[in-house]
């Protein structure tokens, strides 16, 4: 039973350019939520999902990120014209319930 | 606003130790305490608390949630080199979304 999978592990873009993080939930599993880590930072909330519709976005930033989860395929964190503060783990987390159980994380780097 | 404060944020200890994590919350409507660990990737679930006093144990590692003093500990006995690693606390509100405190980063050494 493979869990939560996230691509690319690892992410490089220019200041400018568009990044695109992608997260396959573990079977069966229809909750999807995204988290941001900085460094020495604990996760921060961004959005949560289910499919074809975004439940929560409290946390996420009001411009250039957006998320989607949709009916067929990964859930995709997209962040337009980067910036340097973009930096960060993004981790994605999936549930069946309560638990969530999350996969490895993208490191984006922004340079 | 809601937040986790976790203490302390780092421990050095010897194998062989025994090392306790405190995790305080305040949380709107909590539902739930949760307990990760974290090494150089994925956060691996470690407990999920929901009442009080119900000691919950998985080998050396154990944990217990105080609704009324809003904490919760994550015991570690006999430590071993491989519990070295980030140990993340989150509380688990009226939303879906956890929310987390800073971390606390055990050593253990040899």
């Known amino acids: 039973n493979a869990g939560v999978m996230q691509n690319p592990r690892h992410l490089v873009r220019r200041r400018g350019q568009e990044a695109r993080l992608r997260c396959s939930p573990m079977k069966g599993h229809s909750h999807v939520y995204w988290y941001r880590q900085l460094p020495e930072e604990g996760l921060k909330f961004m959005v949560y999902?289910?499919?074809?519709?975004?439940?929560?976005e409290s946390g996420m930033p009001k411009e250039r990120f957006s998320a989607e989860f949709p009916k067929e395929g990964p859930s995709i964190l997209r962040i337009q014209q980067v910036v340097r503060g973009d930096s960060a783990a993004y981790f994605c987390?999936?549930?069946?319930?309560?638990?969530?159980?999350f996969g490895p994380g993208t490191r984006l780097t922004v340079t | 606003e809601d937040k986790v404060v976790q203490s302390p944020l780092s421990l050095v200890v010897h194998e062989g130790d025994t090392v306790t994590l405190n995790c305080s919350y305040e949380v709107t409507n909590f539902r739930s305490l949760l307990w990760y660990k974290q090494e150089k990737k994925a956060p691996t679930f470690l407990f999920m608390l929901?009442?009080?006093?119900i000691e919950k144990k998985s080998g050396r590692l154990s944990s217990i949630l105080d609704k009324k003093e809003l904490f919760s500990i994550l015991n570690i006995t006999a430590t071993q080199t491989g519990d070295s690693a980030v140990y993340l606390c989150?509380?688990?509100?009226?939303?879906?979304?956890?929310?987390f405190g800073k971390g606390m980063k055990l050593t253990v050494n040899p």
């Open positions: 999902l289910q499919k074809e519709n975004i439940i929560d």
């Open positions: 929901t009442s009080s006093g």
């Open positions: 989150a509380a688990q509100g009226g939303s879906e979304k956890l929310v």
């Open positions: 987390a999936s549930s069946l319930r309560d638990e969530q159980y």
